[in-house]
């Protein structure tokens, strides 16, 4: 995916992203929706989050928690705040254990709850974005805190990237349901 370098087209890649995963979900039967992943995770690249996210609800709970994180930094960064993206104690060099922990937390959060939780907090992604301007996002110093990513660095990282990285575990599942029909 290109860099992108003004709102709207920061807008458009998540909500672009954003319909490609539910039209794929939408694609499969309510309780093939609701079940475990079907394909093997040793198959995918060594990626630790094939052995983590077991269903979609885990997947749909990532995104949401990835949506919470932005949510965060900008108020702390709107009020003053040099705040890190990461809560204490996490870096980019432990960040798994983070994934790891919003995994467990939403163990036990229905299917059900997980869509209309991430359909909201999409939603305020892109209310979010469309409140600042493109300086205010694609500045990194747009609150004068010496910040190292821009705000639409980390808006991309957890709608359009994050949806992208979603798609590929729905198209492992759809290709394993394909395959044993």
């Not at 539910?22 to 060594?46: G, R, V």
């Not at 930094?73 to 870096?91: D, H, Q, R």
């Not at 299917?111 to 974005?129: D, F, G, N």
Request: charged share 25%; hydrophobic share 40%.
């Amino acid at each position: 995916m290109a860099k992108v370098a003004t709102k709207a087209e920061l807008i458009k890649n998540a909500n672009d992203n954003w319909d490609k995963m539910w039209n794929m979900i939408n694609m499969l039967t309510k309780e093939q929706q609701e079940q475990n992943f079907t394909y093997d995770p040793d198959a995918q690249d060594n990626a630790f989050h094939w052995k983590r996210d077991k269903n979609l609800r885990d997947v749909l709970m990532h995104l949401y928690e990835w949506h919470q994180l932005v949510f965060k930094w900008v108020e702390n960064n709107e009020a003053g705040k040099a705040a890190s993206f990461l809560p204490p104690g996490i870096t980019w060099a432990n960040y798994q254990k983070m994934n790891v922990d919003f995994f467990e937390k939403h163990q036990i959060t229905s299917y059900e709850e997980a869509k209309q939780m991430v359909r909201e907090s999409h939603t305020q992604m892109i209310a979010l974005m469309e409140r600042h301007s493109d300086a205010e996002l694609f500045n990194k110093n747009a609150y004068n805190l010496g910040l190292r990513s821009s705000i639409a660095e980390y808006c991309r990282a957890a709608t359009s990237s994050h949806y992208d990285w979603a798609l590929k575990k729905l198209k492992a599942y759809h290709k394993v349901l394909k395959e044993n029909s």
